[in-house]
Every structure is written in C-alpha cells, then in structure tokens.
C-alpha cells in the first residue's frame, strides 16, 4: 500500500508540475476589464489540474475540467491600475500585464462603425493630439464560420490611443470614448467588432434565429455544412431552384430560355464588365430578375472532359444553367462563382450558358473581369467566355419575395459573424 501511495503521489506532482496554462484569445496585454462587476477569467490548462488566478490582491483558485478549460469569477474591483493578471498551475504561470479596471464598450455594426478616425473631418490633427493611455481598444477581426468557436482563431491586440494607432480605430467608437471619459473619468475600452455590409440575422445566435420560426430551413442545412460542403451546396441549389420556379413570374416558360434550341435572337446585347446599372442607360434604376445568355464553340476532346464553370461575382445572386441544366446557385454579391459541370452536359459544338441574375437593390448583375470567365477544364486549359452576352429583363423586384440567402456567408448568412 505504502508503493502505491507514493507511486500516486508521484503521478500526481508530475502531471501538475509540468501543467500547461493560458489564458484564452480574448484576453492580452493592456486590456480593459469592467469595474465594479464580477469578471469572468477564463482560458486552458492541463485536464483536471488547479489553477489559481491573480488580480492584484485577489485571488481565485479553480480546476480545469477534463478537457483542460477552466473558468474563474474575479470579485468587483474598482477603476483604475496598472494590474498584472496571472493565472497558475503547477509550475507554470501565465500573466497579462499593464491590465486596467474601467468602462468595456462593444461596437458593432456596419460599415459605419468600420469607418475608421483617420478619414473623419480634421483627421491629421486629431490623431496627432490623440495621446491616451487610458482610452484603449480592439479590433476583433472578420472571421466567419459555420459552428460556433470555442475560442478566437488569434489572440486579441488591445492598443492605447495615440498618433500610431487612432487613425485605425472605429470614429464612432473613438469620439465616444473620449466623450465618456470626460464624465466617467475611468479607463475607456472600446471593443469593435463590425462587418459591413452584414445582416442582423449573421450575428444572431441559432435558438433566437429558431424563435423567428422563419430561418429553420436554413439552419438545418447550415448543420449539414459543417459536416459536408458539397452536400449542403446541393441542398441548397435545390431550395434556390424551388424558390426561383416558386417567385419568378412564368418561371416555367422562362426554363427555355436556358437550353440550347431557345432562339434569342430578340434579346438584347450587354457587355458584362460592371453592373447592369452601369452599362445599360434603361437599366440604370432596375432592381429584379434579368436573364443573360452567351454561347461558347467547343471541340469533342473539350466536351467529353471534365470542367468548370468560372463566372466571378453575381450581384446579388444567381441561377447558372449550361445546356439547359442547373450547375449551380449562390445569393451573395461578392463571391465569386465556380460551379462543377456534370459529366455529359458538355457538347461538341454549340453550348449555350445562361444565367438568371437577382438583385435586390445598389449595383447588380455579373460585375466581374470578362477574362475571369471561362471554362476551366481538367487538363488546365480553358476557354474564355464572351465578353458581349444576350439579356432579358424577366421581373422587376416588386414581383417578387425576397430570396432566401445562403446560410453560411458572412454578411447575409445565418449566424456566422463572430459574437
């Protein structure tokens, strides 16, 4: 009994000796942590090894559960510092320095909350004046995903204000805290964390989205991509499809217009190099559903090869045919499209690309560089889409519902953006 004893003691003062601690992303050097309110510390170390966490006098001991994350709840401390924060276990000690007790500030928003101090009026002189030690912030950086993360992908840089760092920090946050702090008269920390353009639904979490009773669809197939990609793209396609035959007024009729027999010759012309606001004076206000149309020549050893379809970005979103066969479909203004061609839809000859454009408002259509449209195929060569395509206004935006937006981009999808 008396070898045992001392073989588990021995374990024991080995596996918290060497106890690997830290503190998790959100904290770092020079943070603001909130006076007069418990604060939560947390972070990672060892599984199942004690860790002590230190503010100044304060002292709070904890134990990392079995998958080594531990959480501690330090007492309100009143405003003011420097303090040194260290977290211990075992031999190994992990410390923040230069750490003050204040007022913390999230600002979230838009691109109005990204637009930073150094392109405000009197920009130049504010910032050169703007020296503050205790007006401090952080940036946290766009990173969107589909399933929630237990931590940020890098730690977290807080940074006082002065000549070096204002012109990078939100206005909105910067000129407010200076207004705070001349009542407050505490440390000011401003926490942005913006995307612009993004919708409220990005930044919702998955059981408020589920109160709405509107987005379910969409989370379901939100979970099946972050297991698998390509069958939640199928998914996806599909209900974009549905919603398309669903909206479009004669979406059935209008199916023709996609195959290879349809004769468009009626159809106008349009160069698609930038928005169709841009290029067509009768199209400088139209916000719907227009139709595009090209066709490209291609030789048997082409049509029997595996390919892609490159088109660059479709504002606001697409429905991509070739041949008459659904390759492909995205909501998203910015990204760019690449859509796999299914084996056998490729002739020798004559095929014909159309693609069924919406938009719901500012510019709209296929807005890309024409040389980054093609068809990519195995063995590395391409061929180069037109740069003059047919069009066809189909709807305009007030015959239809919105569409429904693909669930994992950031700035429209369903809680993606980082809370």
């Known amino acids: 009994m008396r070898v045992l004893l001392t073989t588990l003691i021995a374990l024991t003062a080995a596996s918290t000796a060497g106890a690997q601690v830290a503190f998790d992303n959100i904290f770092s050097d020079h943070a603001v942590l909130q006076r007069d309110k418990p604060v939560k510390i947390w972070g990672t170390a060892t599984a199942n090894a004690p860790v002590t966490v230190e503010l ?24 003011g510092g420097p303090h040194t924060l260290t977290a211990t276990s075992g031999t190994e000690t992990a410390a923040l320095n230069d750490v003050v007790m204040g007022d913390v500030w999230l600002c979230s928003g838009q691109s109005n909350m990204e637009f ?66 001349k009542t407050q008269k505490v440390p000011i920390g401003m926490i942005r964390s913006s995307w612009g353009g993004t919708t409220i639904q990005s930044w919702m979490s998955e059981p408020a989205l589920r109160e709405l009773k509107t987005y379910d669809q969409g989370l379901e197939t939100l979970k099946t991509y972050s297991r698998d990609e390509a069958k939640a793209t199928a998914e996806w396609q599909a209900i974009m499809l549905d ?7 004669d979406a059935k009729l209008k199916a023709t217009w996609a195959t290879r027999d349809f004769d468009d010759s009626a159809w106008d012309t349009i160069t698609v190099d930038g928005f169709w606001e841009g ?7 139209f916000d719907g559903v227009i139709w595009y149309r090209t066709t490209v020549t291609l030789t048997a050893a082409q049509a029997r090869q595996a390919a892609t379809i490159e088109l660059g970005p479709v ?61 990519a195929f195995a063995d590395g060569s391409g061929v180069t889409l037109p740069a003059e395509w047919k069009y066809k206004v189909s709807a305009p935006l007030s015959a239809l519902k919105n569409s429904p937006s693909t669930p994992w981009l950031a700035t429209s999808g369903l809680t993606c953006c980082p809370r």
Do not use: H
């Open 56 to 79: 100044s006098d304060t002292k709070v001991s904890v134990t990392a559960d079995a998958k080594g994350q531990w959480s501690a709840t330090l007492p309100a401390t009143k405003a």
């Open 116 to 181: 930073q101090t150094k392109y405000a009026t009197n920009a130049y002189n504010e910032i050169q004046n703007s020296a503050n030690p205790d007006i401090r912030f952080v940036t946290v950086e766009r990173d969107a995903q589909a399933n929630p993360l237990e931590t940020l992908p890098k730690r977290l840089e807080w940074r006082a204000v002065g000549p070096d760092t204002t012109g990078d920090t939100s206005a909105v946050c910067y000129y407010m805290a200076k207004e705070l702090q």
């Open 243 to 249: 919603w398309w035959q669903a909206n479009e007024p």
């Open 279 to 285: 290029t067509k004076p009768e199209l400088a206000y």
């Open 315 to 375: 504002d606001d979103g697409d429905t991509t045919f070739v041949n008459g066969k659904v390759v492909g479909a995205t909501e998203s203004w910015n990204a760019p499209r690449t859509y796999a061609i299914p084996k056998g839809t490729l002739k020798a000859g004559k095929n014909v690309i159309a693609v069924r454009a919406y938009d719901s408002g500012g510019g709209g259509g296929l807005w890309g560089k024409p040389q980054d449209r093609k068809i």
